[in-house]
């Protein structure tokens, strides 16, 4: 559960844990986010607006319920996929083209991606795939969210790169070692 801290004339600044890491962002007098116990993903709470959503950065637009894991999944693009077989990782890319149960996201590389039943994706839209790695460095997705069309792709791999060139913060001490 987020604990509240000090409050000022736009409302309660609420603390959120990811990690590490602690997050601090003044959401006005919207309701709080809500944590599962035992996991590392925050899940929005359904009564959040998507106004909300959309200009909090660390949180997810989610085209179906909250995606809890309770394994950690790193932000990867293709240069780091190499670094990450048969774990649970996190993309952003472009779907290139999609093929039946399959597609390509451009995320620094062309990546395969093995769709699952609830995946909606279209072509040249942003998405963010969360699945695990297969040996053929393709992608068996578990939870797909469609960002649109239009996305700072430039941010999105500043993010990818900072989170792998610090680990230690973003994913513990276990966890900096490829």
């Known amino acids: ?21 602690r997050f601090y962002c003044n959401l006005g007098d919207i309701p709080p986010v809500r944590r599962i116990p035992q996991t590392r993903i925050l899940a929005p709470s359904p009564t959040l607006p998507p106004e909300i959503l959309k200009t909090t950065r ?21 240069q780091y996929l190499g670094n990450f077989r048969h774990r649970h ?3 952003i ?53 469609d960002f649109g069309t239009n996305i700072d792709y430039t941010s999105v791999e500043a993010v990818v790169d900072l989170t792998h060139r610090y680990r230690s913060i973003f994913y513990g001490d276990a966890e900096a070692k490829p």
């Not at 949180?59 to 999944?73: D, G, N």
Request: charged fraction near 20%.
């Open 93 to 145: 890319g472009k779907v290139a083209q999609l093929m039946g149960e399959t597609a390509v996201i451009d995320c620094t590389g062309m990546v395969t991606i093995h769709l699952n039943r609830e995946s909606h994706l279209s072509v040249d839209h942003w998405v963010e795939i969360i699945g695990k790695v297969n040996e053929d460095m393709s992608i068996k997705v578990l939870n797909s969210t």
């Open 89 to 91: 990782v996190r993309l």
């Open 1 to 21: 559960m987020p604990t509240s801290g000090s409050s000022d004339a736009s409302g309660p600044c609420y603390r959120f844990a990811c990690s590490k890491l």
């Open 58 to 78: 660390f949180l997810a637009r989610t085209s179906s319920p909250p995606y809890i894991m309770a394994e950690e999944t790193p932000r990867v693009n293709g």
